[in-house]
C-alpha cells in the first residue's frame, strides 16, 4: 500500500547509502526538492542512473552523496557542463566518479527490460560508435533467428526510482502529463518508488494520454509543491531559465558551490525554506 507522508521520511526510510538511485525526469517533472533531501540526510556511495543528469546530479555529486553513474548525457542544458561532475571524474573532488556512459535508446531499453525483470536490453544500435570500447557492459550477441547482430547493456533495476508528478489522489495514484521521459519505466523497474506531487487530490482527472502509475507501484506519495524547481511542471509554472545560467557560476568554483550548498540546503529544513532563503539571497543581490 502506497503512504502518503512527507519527503523527511520517505527518504529516511527508503534511501539508504550504497542504494542504486533513479531521478528521473526530462524537460520538466524533474525530482529537484527530493535530491535536496537526500543531500540534507547525506548519503553516500549512491550508484546515480540517470538519462539526461543535469543540475540535481550536480549538487547530489559536489556534495559527495556519489561514486557511480550511469547516464546517456550530461550537462546543463542550454548552459554548458556540469562542472561538479567533470570535477569529480578529472580531480577526483570531493571523491572519484566511475562512469559507465550508453546511448539515449540504450537506457530506455535497459529501463524497459528491468520493468519487465529481463536481464539485459536488446537493441540495433552502436554501429560505428566507440562507446562499447570504453563502457565494457555495452556488448554484442548473435540473434538466434536471423543472425544479425545486436547490442545488449544490462537492465537498469534502481533499489529506488525517484520521480515528480503533477497530481496524487489519495490513495496514491499518480497522474503525469506533458512531456515525458522514462518515469514509467523506471518506476516500473525499481523496487521501491517515492513520487513527489504538486497537490494530492480526491479524483485525478486525467487529461487524455496521460500517464497514469497505479498505487501498487508506488511506495510513498509526498506532497512537495514547486518540487521540480528550476525545472518546470506543465500546467503549474514555467522553468527558471535564470537559474540554470546562475549555476555555472555556482557550480564552477569549489568553495562558492561548498558555501551554497550549506546555506540552500544543509542548512535549510526542506525545500520550502530553500526556496525561501533562494528569493532571499536573489533579494539581496539586486
Known amino acids: 500500500m502506497t503512504e502518503i507522508t512527507s519527503l523527511r521520511e520517505a527518504v529516511a526510510h527508503l534511501v539508504k547509502d550504497g ?37 540535481i546530479y550536480d549538487q547530489l555529486i559536489g556534495s559527495g552523496c556519489a561514486s557511480r553513474l550511469r547516464f546517456s548525457w550530461g550537462g546543463n542544458p542550454g548552459v554548458g557542463s556540469l562542472h561538479r561532475l567533470r570535477d569529480a571524474v578529472e580531480r577526483q573532488w570531493p571523491q572519484p566518479l566511475a562512469l559507465e556512459e550508453h546511448g539515449h535508446a540504450d537506457m530506455a531499453n535497459a529501463y ?122 506543465h500546467g503549474y509554472y514555467v522553468r527558471d531559465n535564470r537559474f540554470y545560467i546562475a549555476w555555472d557560476d555556482i557550480a564552477r568554483d569549489r568553495d562558492v558551490f561548498t558555501a551554497w550548498v550549506q546555506r540552500h540546503i544543509r542548512d535549510t529544513a526542506d525545500f520550502q525554506e530553500f526556496r525561501q532563503v533562494l528569493a532571499q539571497s536573489k533579494g539581496a543581490q539586486a
Open 112 to 233: 524497459v527490460a528491468g520493468a519487465a525483470n529481463l536481464p539485459f536490453s536488446v537493441l540495433r544500435g552502436y554501429q560505428g560508435s566507440d562507446l562499447p570500447t570504453y563502457n565494457h557492459n555495452i556488448r554484442f550477441m548473435r540473434c538466434p533467428f536471423t543472425d544479425e547482430e545486436l547490442a545488449v547493456s544490462p537492465a537498469i533495476r534502481p533499489d529506488v526510482t525517484v520521480i515528480h508528478a503533477q497530481k496524487a489522489d489519495r490513495r496514491g495514484n499518480v497522474l503525469l502529463w506533458g512531456i515525458l521521459g522514462v518515469q514509467k519505466e523506471a518506476a516500473m523497474a525499481a523496487k521501491r518508488v517515492i513520487v513527489t506531487v504538486e497537490e494530492i487530490v480526491d479524483k485525478l482527472d486525467a487529461p487524455p494520454n496521460a500517464c497514469i502509475l497505479p498505487s501498487a507501484v508506488v511506495t510513498a506519495v509526498c506532497h512537495e509543491p514547486g518540487g521540480a524547481f528550476p525545472s518546470y511542471a
Open 19 to 55: 542504494d542504486c538511485v533513479a531521478l528521473e525526469g526530462f524537460t520538466h517533472l524533474i525530482p529537484s526538492a527530493a535530491g535536496h533531501e537526500i543531500i540534507r540526510q547525506a548519503r553516500k556511495d549512491l550508484y546515480l542512473v540517470r538519462m539526461t543528469p543535469d543540475l
